[in-house]
Antibody, heavy 123, light 113 residues
């Protein structure tokens, strides 16, 4: 059974930093690009960034709204993806989901999702 | 960035009737190397993560009921629920994965009339 478990969310003051983790099981993590998607309370889905698999260079892409403040990384030995979020703003308050992106069998949308971790940015 | 625009923002349909959601991309998402559209549809129920329904614009994910059908190509796409069931009440999102900068539509809320 595929599982993605996010952790690291919580209540944090504006301007501070946080690192979110996403631990995977049930599939060959290293073969997949991993994306992060967030959802502000009562709002829609916003893709924030992803990291390619090592096969494709392990490079990253980011939405313009977070570029320069957010960093996605991965540790394939731990089957874990990370989202480093810096200089947090109140508008970063959201549930953050990690998802499986393109895999060894190609790109088929986001078939795997975690349950999400809530980040609340407030003074 | 590729902008995804869904219509309508919400719709109310009677049980057993058809629901149709449209999605338009600001540029083509047709992937030339395999002639497939990099367009997915998701269903999200309250308090749950999204669930992949359709990928490649028209391929149903394993386990998805056949009342869900995706169609379209290039820049215009449609998700059809042929006979709405109570459990289909949810918000539906389209998403393009053609560009490395993935983007979602704003969502369409489907309710029972």
């Amino acid at each position: 059974e595929v599982q993605l478990v996010e952790s690291g969310g919580g209540f944090i003051q504006p301007g501070r930093s946080l690192r979110l983790s996403c631990t995977a099981s049930g599939f060959t993590f290293g073969d997949y690009a991993m994306s992060w998607v967030r959802q502000a309370p009562g709002k829609g889905l916003e893709w924030v960034g992803f990291i390619r698999s090592k096969t494709y260079g392990g490079t990253t892409e980011y939405a313009a709204s977070v570029r320069g403040r957010f960093t996605v990384s991965r540790d394939d030995t731990k089957s874990t993806a990370y989202l480093q979020v810096n200089s947090l703003k109140t508008e970063d308050t959201a549930v953050y989901y990690c998802t499986g992106d393109c895999g060894s069998d190609g790109c088929r949308g986001f078939g795997y999702w975690g349950q999400g971790t809530l980040v609340t940015v407030s003074s | 960035d590729i902008v995804m625009t869904q219509s309508p923002d919400s719709l109310a349909v009677s049980l057993g009737e058809r629901a149709t959601i449209n999605c338009k991309s600001s540029q083509s998402v047709l992937y030339s190397s395999n002639n497939k559209n990099r367009l997915a549809w998701y269903q999200q129920k309250p308090g749950q993560p999204p669930k992949l329904l359709i990928y490649w614009a028209s391929t149903r994910e394993s386990g998805v009921p056949d009342r869900f059908t995706g169609s379209g190509s290039g820049t215009d796409f449609t998700l059809t629920i042929s006979s709405l069931q109570a459990e289909d009440v949810a918000v539906y999102y389209c998403q393009q994965y053609y560009s490395p900068l993935r983007t979602f539509g704003q969502g369409t809320k489907v309710e029972i009339k």
